[in-house]
């Protein structure tokens, strides 16, 4: 018994310190919310938020840290949240996707955009004149672009995984149209590249939708953690009752 009661406890405790660092990646990846404050210049209407990491941007350092150390507790987020769910397929695929998104964050601030197009009109005119298929080759570019297709991934196959409808159908809902307007908005991005006008809003749109997302997955993983710990400490009559954790 009291081995299962510590079992209990420390999945109960995965599920809380995940939880935990979906929600801090889910601040984090918006971190375009401060620009103004460190002293960027730069337009949230046409800018990339990229563009915010390019060296020599007022504090782009900062923002090519807090784009890492994101990547890395939503990686977290995704093994705990994968520890949570049922290992269907959806699920198991869908952590993957959730995991590969973070990472690329890491990526992204390794490899961050060499100029701003928003300000340099010889940086958009680059842009323009090189063929989308050419530009994926660049790592900045690869990086980014996966890292949006890894997140409408992961929101389509976690939207019909077993545990998160067992979560909440309005959850498994929410996964669905965060999908599809993810996805239109990504339609919507590719014209105004090239059109230099209006690609910033519509990214930084998309961006709190992820991280709303997130967010919003993130609060039930914490919340089982939670109710799962009290009752590992507090075992009913000495037999640990099991949270709705783990399930193979």
């Known amino acids: 018994m009291r081995s ?78 994968w520890y949570r769910l049922p290992h269907d397929r959806p699920a198991t695929l869908g952590c993957a996707f959730l995991a590969a998104f973070g990472l690329s964050g890491v990526l992204d601030a390794r490899y961050p955009m060499p100029c701003t197009p928003s300000t340099d009109r010889a940086c958009q005119q680059r842009i323009d004149q090189v063929p989308v298929l050419v530009q994926l080759h660049q790592p900045h570019a690869l990086t980014g672009s996966f890292g949006v297709f890894a997140a409408v991934m992961a929101m389509l196959l976690l939207s019909v995984a077993r545990g998160v409808c067992a979560w909440s159908p309005r959850l498994a809902r929410a996964c669905v149209v965060s999908w599809v307007l993810l996805s239109i908005l ?36 914490a919340r089982d953690g939670l109710i799962g710990f009290l009752r590992a400490l507090v075992p009913n009559g000495g037999t640990p009752i099991a949270t709705s954790g783990h399930r193979g």
């Open 4 to 81: 299962g009661w510590r079992h209990e406890g420390r999945l109960a405790l995965v599920y809380l310190v995940g939880g935990a660092a979906g929600l801090t990646g889910s601040v984090l990846y918006s971190s375009f919310l401060v620009a103004g404050v460190v002293g960027s210049r730069l337009s949230p209407v046409d800018s990339f938020v990229s563009e915010l990491e390019v060296p020599g941007q007022p504090a782009s350092g900062l923002f090519r840290l807090i784009d890492a150390v994101c990547g890395l507790v939503l990686a977290v987020f995704a093994v705990a949240l």
């Open 186 to 221: 990504g339609l919507i991005e590719v014209p105004l590249i090239y059109a230099g006008h209006g690609v910033g809003a519509v990214e930084r749109v998309h961006i709190l939708l992820i991280s709303t997302w997130i967010a919003a997955v993130a609060g039930y993983l």
